[in-house]
């Protein structure tokens, strides 16, 4: 059974580049949430998709973007990168939205911003 | 709003002595709550969770989280910590019915031979 999967697992960039980071849900889950983790800090909510909507955002600017696909994986885009968004970028996903469904988390993907 | 604090930034215990980790939520109501581990360079791994019932749970692990309505806490416990059990804990709330999971910092467990 394929757990959560994340790509790239690390990758660097410059200020003012874009960024697409890619995850797999869990087989069988069809909601994706994703988190911004900073050094030494717990993971910060960005969105959560279902049904290739994004149902419910965190307090993230608008350079941050996702989609969700048909098959249930999940991109997200970041736009204009800053220093401060180097961080690992948690995706998670869960059987429904609501309920007492919870999170399995991938690996991560490991952002520097230069 | 829902928030999440874990009062303790790390904590150091020795091998084979007991442990227990604080954490309080602010919620209008009994959310549902969670405790995971997040060892370094891996992604996070569920311990417990509670959402009704008998306020005493059991996880994995070993570990056990007992919920406290009158303090609004949901501390974590080992009665016998394992040098393999050196990593980052974190508490997570999430209202009944919501799309967000909230995360406390975080605390980091050192265990001393």
């Known amino acids: 059974d394929a757990g959560v999967t994340q790509s790239p697992t690390h990758l660097i960039k410059t200020r003012g580049q874009q960024v697409t980071l890619r995850c797999s849900p869990k087989?069988?889950?069809?909601?994706v949430s994703w988190y911004q983790q900073a050094l030494g800090q717990g993971p910060q909510f960005i969105f959560q998709?279902?049904?290739?909507?994004?149902?419910q955002r965190g307090n993230f600017p608008d350079r941050f973007s996702g989609h969700q696909f048909p098959n249930y994986s999940s991109e997200l885009n970041v736009n204009a990168l800053l220093l401060g968004d180097s961080a690992l970028y948690l995706c998670?996903?869960?059987?429904?939205?609501?309920?007492?469904?919870?999170?399995?988390f991938g690996e991560g993907s490991r952002l520097t911003v230069l | 709003a829902q928030s999440v604090t874990q009062p303790d930034i790390h904590i150091t215990v020795s091998e084979g002595a007991s442990l227990e980790l604080r954490c309080n939520y602010s919620?209008?109501?009994?959310?549902?709550l969670f405790w995971y581990v997040q060892s370094p360079g891996q992604g996070l791994q569920l311990l417990l969770k509670?959402?009704?019932?008998?306020?005493l749970v059991q996880g994995i692990k070993g570990f056990e989280a007992e919920f406290k309505r009158s303090q609004s806490s949901f501390n974590l416990r080992k009665p016998s910590v394992h040098w393999s059990d050196a990593a980052e804990y974190f508490c997570?709330?999430?209202?009944?019915?919501?799309?967000?999971?909230?995360f406390g910092a975080g605390t980091r467990l050192f265990v001393k031979a």
């Open positions: 998670a996903s869960s059987l429904q939205p609501v309920g007492t469904g919870e999170l399995f």
């Open positions: 087989s069988g889950h069809d909601t």
């Open positions: 998709y279902y049904e290739e909507e994004e149902r």
């Open positions: 919620y209008g109501a009994t959310p549902y």
């Open positions: 509670y959402f009704s019932g008998d306020t």
């Open positions: 997570a709330v999430r209202a009944t019915g919501g799309f967000k999971t909230i």
